[in-house]
């Protein structure tokens, strides 16, 4: 018997919704154009009947949404303690219920920091808690599964190229390529449902790599290193801050990643650069392109 098996899972409902729906517009020439566009949704968060944030999300996995925002939110350390996840969306509610309640719940909620991700979102209690405790291994990673991995990832984003609007992330590995693939309208709650899904699934992240469409902020960064998880790879730009704790502990973090382009911030001695393109001219030119968001 697996461990996932072995272990005393939520009861969870099945309430994921279509992401997208069909309007028309007009367009330059003021003619009809039937499009889609992303469906951005309320969802208050319940925890044992006590009202705590409301999230706006495309719905499309609500389930493994909460169960992610409840790990990445160091709420619940243990899964075993929920007892269900009820979505609601006649109410725009989700509750959850454990089963002996949440220790020190008003310590971890009277802290709160609004967050820089699209849609803006909260983190609650103290953002670095818990990454003194981080131990990450540090893989090498080739430059050829680099531009492999950006090559699968195109292929993903389905929402985004029928509708725009979302960001999307993906757990990546070497071996098996792009393992999951989820959009949301925010990068956080994207990361938020990933690692609901690994939580569920008892999948660590030691041979992962973790890849967003959105800026690597501190708090992705957080996020992927409480998740396990030693490499982060972006095609948008990072922030300082981002930068500094990826240095501190020992996230690679790889941004501007697209076609066979991308700059190492942090981790370059790790890569194996064993798919070098050909050489170009002022190829050390200082990157100043803007940020897609």
Not at 38 to 60: P, S, W
Not at 162 to 169: D, F, L, R, S
Not at 183 to 204: F, P, Q
């Amino acid at each position: 018997m697996s461990s996932v098996q072995q272990r005393r899972l939520p009861e969870l409902t099945d309430a994921g919704l279509k992401a997208t729906a069909n309007v028309i517009a007009r367009n330059e020439f003021g003619e009809p154009v039937e499009g889609a566009i992303a469906v951005e949704r309320a969802l208050t968060i319940y925890l044992d009947k006590r009202e705590i944030v409301t999230l706006m999300t495309l719905g499309n996995h609500p389930e493994l949404l909460i169960l992610g925002w409840l790990r990445n939110q160091r709420l619940i350390d243990d899964i075993e303690a929920i007892r269900a996840i009820q979505v609601d969306w006649e109410t725009e509610s989700v509750a959850i219920v454990t089963h002996h309640g949440v220790g020190n719940l008003d310590d971890k909620l009277e802290r709160k920091t609004v967050t820089t991700g699209c849609g803006q979102g909260t983190v609650f209690g103290d953002l670095m808690e818990d990454l003194d405790e981080v131990s990450l291994q540090q893989p090498v990673l080739r430059q050829s599964s680099i531009y492999g991995l950006l090559g699968k990832l195109s292929e993903y984003n389905e929402i985004y190229r029928n509708a725009g609007a979302v960001h999307g992330c993906a757990l990546c590995s070497e071996t098996a390529g792009i393992e999951l693939f989820i959009e949301d309208v925010g990068r956080h709650n994207a990361v938020d449902a990933i690692a609901g899904h690994m939580w569920l699934n008892d999948i660590g992240g030691a041979d992962k790599l973790f890849y967003t469409t959105g800026r690597l902020t501190s708090e992705m960064v957080i996020k992927v290193a409480l998740m396990g998880i030693p490499v982060l790879l972006s095609r948008s730009g990072i922030t300082a801050m981002g930068l500094s704790i990826a240095q501190k502990v020992g996230v690679t973090m790889i941004a501007r990643a697209k076609g066979r382009h991308f700059l190492v911030y942090h981790g370059g001695e790790l890569i194996d650069y064993d798919d070098i393109p050909p050489a170009r001219r002022h190829s050390r030119r200082k990157d100043t392109r803007q940020s897609p968001d």
